[in-house]
């Protein structure tokens, strides 16, 4: 899943796709909407393909869209019959994702709702579906990313991932008590994961940090 590993001039899928994708970030609508928002890393989002590849997911679910690159991501690399539950509750940028998981032949392994991520986990866990997927991606905002992460808990089986995007946010993790917020939000999250006897973790540090949890 590392584009970088792929012929420029010859690019098969999944890598054309991802390329796609990609170039929303040349586009009039995504240099708007991203405005004064992280973007993310290529290294962060062959990681998520290589979490998925390593659980051989057939369901997930993504807290935050933006513009579906890493939900483009995961569905490409799940089996024809698996799905990704995507939510977002910014109808606009998660639309400019949509011709991309169309030509790409996924569109139908792609199941988004516009509503918060609480939301839709909530209803999911409602539906019985606890247990029964595989992996998920958080990186929604970050004050309700503990409500995020004890939900997905519960509904990734034993042997799943949670990948948790952003888990450094510039490094201000380290002073929490000066940005208060979404920083000591975060920074509380980070100490609670890393003592969660329910999972065994690893943060790969690159972009803005990624922690990896593998439920137990």
Known sequence: MNEGACDPGALPPPCFFLREARSNASCRSFSRLSRNMPLFGISKEAAVGTAVLGVVAAA?????????????????????DGKVVACDVNEESANLGKPVWKEAGVEHKIDLRIKPASQTLDELLSNGEAGTFDFAFIDADKEGYNDYYEKCLQLIRKGGIIAIDNVL?????????????????????????????????????????VTLAFKL
């Open 60 to 80: 997930g679910f993504f807290a935050g869209v933006f513009t579906g690159y890493n939900t483009l991501n995961m569905a490409l690399v799940i089996p024809d």
């Open 169 to 209: 946010l510039s490094g201000k993790v380290l002073n929490p008590e000066r940005y208060g917020g979404e920083v000591q939000s975060m920074h509380e999250l980070n100490k609670k994961i890393f003592r969660d006897p329910r999972v065994t973790i690893s943060m790969i540090l690159m972009g803005d940090g």
